[in-house]
């Protein structure tokens, strides 16, 4: 089966910009999804496709990819960004799916 | 409004059985891709399972031949029958529509938590 693989922590100051990788072969062939989740909270969608964010998510927001990596940024981040986040995609059969390890991240 | 609500979670014996129910609203489950997603305490998420509009059902290694997944067309209703339950079937199972040209996970339920323990 496929898998995913992100950092499990990073850190960004109040109002910079980071990047959150998603590595995996899978994602030679398929688009990640990025989802957020909040503690005791369920995950919600906030990049799918190319670079695509459903209604209401903030477009500070950002997604790329190449080759195997797919990126998440979140340029100017705010305080309500902290929180952990996720990829996922089809595996490589297109049937199932997988999600990446997560990376938690903190806004100093 | 779309709405996904899970329930059936509850504390049951290793080697037991459970089907967790997932009422949808505001669109048609039969008509899209439904999935369970589940989390162990501390833990990532974790894909279980999917059935397509078409009826088609795949299940991730960890849970095939134990676990079944399933839709009432007529109660819009997703479920996951769970059996041979094990120490490591703990967590919290959501439900999720999945957009099937992109593969994301558009709106997920709240969560229903399972715990297998003696």
């Known amino acids: 089966s496929s898998e995913l693989t992100q950092d499990p922590a990073v850190s960004v100051a109040l109002g910079q910009t980071v990047r959150i990788t998603c590595q995996g072969d899978?994602?030679?062939?398929?688009?990640a999804s990025w989802y957020q989740q909040k503690p005791g909270q369920a995950p919600v969608l906030v990049i799918y496709?190319?670079?695509n964010r459903p209604s209401g998510i903030p477009d500070r927001f950002s997604g790329s990819s190449s080759g195997n990596t797919a990126s998440l940024t979140i340029t100017g981040a705010q305080a309500e960004d902290e929180a952990d986040y996720y990829c996922?995609?089809?595996?490589?059969?297109?049937?199932?799916?997988?999600f990446g390890t997560g990376t938690k991240v903190t806004v100093l | 409004e779309v709405q996904l609500v899970e329930t059936g979670g509850g504390l049951i014996q290793p080697g037991g059985s459970l089907r967790l129910s997932c009422a949808a609203s505001?669109?048609?489950?039969?008509?899209?891709?439904m999935s369970w997603v589940r989390q162990a305490p501390g833990k990532g998420l974790e894909w279980v399972s999917v059935?397509?509009?078409?009826?088609?059902?795949y299940y991730a290694d960890s849970v095939k031949g134990r676990f079944t997944i399933s839709r009432d067309n007529s109660k819009n209703t997703l479920y996951l029958q769970m059996n041979s339950l094990r120490a490591e079937d703990t967590a919290v199972y959501y439900c999720?529509?999945?957009?099937?040209?992109?593969?994301?996970?558009?709106?997920w339920g709240q969560g229903t938590l399972v715990t297998v323990s003696s």
């Open positions: 899978s994602l030679r062939s398929y688009y």
């Open positions: 496709g190319k670079n």
């Open positions: 059935i397509y509009s078409g009826g088609s059902t």
């Open positions: 505001g669109f048609t489950v039969s008509s899209n891709y």
């Open positions: 996922n995609s089809r595996d490589s059969s297109g049937n199932q799916y997988v």
């Open positions: 999720a529509r999945v957009a099937p040209r992109v593969g994301s996970f558009d709106y």
